[in-house]
């Protein structure tokens, strides 16, 4: 399997109590936050006003500027019990992911979920001339947990069932729901969700990868290879005693090739004073 994590791409966002806390968990806090305050606008008549603040709507999100209803949609749904098992299911199975395929790799494959209805509706909705709402979790869900299958197939459910059967049986169960109410637009993109998040896994396990869009919070700087500077040789500093030794063995040199007769008055007088040191050396 060619599917690699990048270097700490697997580790938590952070620690709460020492708790690990990742994007999914994040996001599952997100999903749940936004069933509770559904139900409470449901309960007290604010549902159509929440619907047209945050639902995707074809004709005016995009095209009318309300750009934040690409990513709100998907937070707003009718509370049920269904929907709650839905939660659980959307926590454990983004955390694994995002630990198995790394943060970046996560984020990506959550978000073009989120865009596959914005691009294919506003499309559809140009085309036939007609306004499409649309909003709810449950196909965001539903391709979340399907990626979580590809990925461990084997994984046993119950104990006897795997879950590749778990994640079959949860596509055509919400299939035939929403065949049953006629549903086309969320059967739709239920499918197009789905076979986006087992074709993206897949895509990974055979060594492919997106390209990586990070915004650059700190500039690096650049660097640039520099030459070492070749090390000059240091200076010998001879001692006294030494310069003296060397300037004697010198001349004595040049006596042996030249004779006594090449030496200059200077020399002469340097090489008697060396015999005079000697001499008071042999003294003591």
């Given at each position: 399997?060619?599917?690699?994590?990048?270097?700490?791409?697997?580790?938590?966002?952070?620690?709460?109590?020492?708790?690990?806390?990742?994007?999914?968990?994040?996001?599952?806090?997100?999903?749940?936050?936004?069933?509770?305050?559904?139900?409470?606008?449901?309960?007290?008549?604010?549902?159509?006003?929440?619907?047209?603040?945050?639902?995707?709507?074809?004709?005016?999100?995009?095209?009318?500027?309300?750009?934040?209803?690409?990513?709100?949609?998907?937070?707003?749904?009718?509370?049920?019990?269904?929907?709650?098992?839905?939660?659980?299911?959307?926590?454990?199975?983004?955390?694994?992911?995002?630990?198995?395929?790394?943060?970046?790799?996560?984020?990506?494959?959550?978000?073009?979920?989120?865009?596959?209805?914005?691009?294919?509706?506003?499309?559809?909705?140009?085309?036939?001339?007609?306004?499409?709402?649309?909003?709810?979790?449950?196909?965001?869900?539903?391709?979340?947990?399907?990626?979580?299958?590809?990925?461990?197939?084997?994984v046993q459910w119950g104990g006897f069932l795997t879950a590749k059967w778990v994640a079959i049986a949860?596509?055509?169960?919400?299939?035939?729901?929403?065949?049953?109410?006629?549903?086309?637009?969320?059967?739709?993109?239920?499918?197009?969700?789905?076979?986006?998040?087992?074709?993206?896994?897949?895509?990974?396990?055979?060594?492919?990868?997106?390209?990586?869009?990070?915004?650059?919070?700190?500039?690096?700087?650049?660097?640039?290879?520099?030459?070492?500077?070749?090390?000059?040789?240091?200076?010998?500093?001879?001692?006294?005693?030494?310069?003296?030794?060397?300037?004697?063995?010198?001349?004595?040199?040049?006596?042996?090739?030249?004779?006594?007769?090449?030496?200059?008055?200077?020399?002469?007088?340097?090489?008697?004073?060396?015999?005079?040191?000697?001499?008071?050396?042999?003294?003591?």
């Open positions: 399997m060619a599917l690699l994590s990048s270097f700490n791409g697997d580790r938590p966002v952070t620690y709460f109590r020492g708790y690990p806390i990742y994007y999914a968990t994040i996001l599952t806090i997100s999903y749940a936050v936004g069933v509770l305050a559904t139900f409470l606008a449901k309960a007290f008549g604010g549902w159509d006003a929440i619907v047209s603040l945050l639902a995707f709507d074809s004709s005016r999100s995009i095209l009318g500027g309300q750009i934040w209803q690409i990513v709100t949609y998907s937070f707003i749904d009718v509370p049920s019990f269904f929907t709650i098992i839905g939660l659980l299911f959307l926590y454990v199975s983004a955390v694994e992911i995002e630990k198995y395929i790394g943060k970046a790799r996560f984020l990506t494959l959550y978000g073009v979920i989120i865009l596959i209805p914005v691009v294919t509706l506003t499309v559809l909705g140009l085309i036939t001339s007609s306004p499409i709402l649309y909003f709810g979790q449950t196909q965001v869900m539903i391709g979340l947990f399907i990626a979580f299958c590809t990925l461990y197939p084997g949860s596509l055509v169960l919400s299939s035939v729901v929403d065949l049953s109410s006629s549903a086309w637009v969320p059967l739709g993109e239920l499918w197009l969700i789905s076979g986006f998040a087992f074709g993206y896994i897949r895509f990974l396990q055979r060594g492919g990868e997106l390209p990586s869009f990070r915004l650059a919070l700190r500039r690096r700087p650049k660097l640039r290879v520099v030459q070492k500077p070749k090390s000059r040789p240091r200076p010998t500093v001879v001692e006294p005693a030494e310069s003296s030794t060397v300037e004697i063995d010198q001349l004595l040199d040049k006596i042996s090739k030249q004779g006594l007769s090449s030496l200059t008055a200077q020399e002469r007088a340097a090489l008697e004073r060396a015999r005079e040191k000697l001499l008071e050396k042999d003294e003591q």
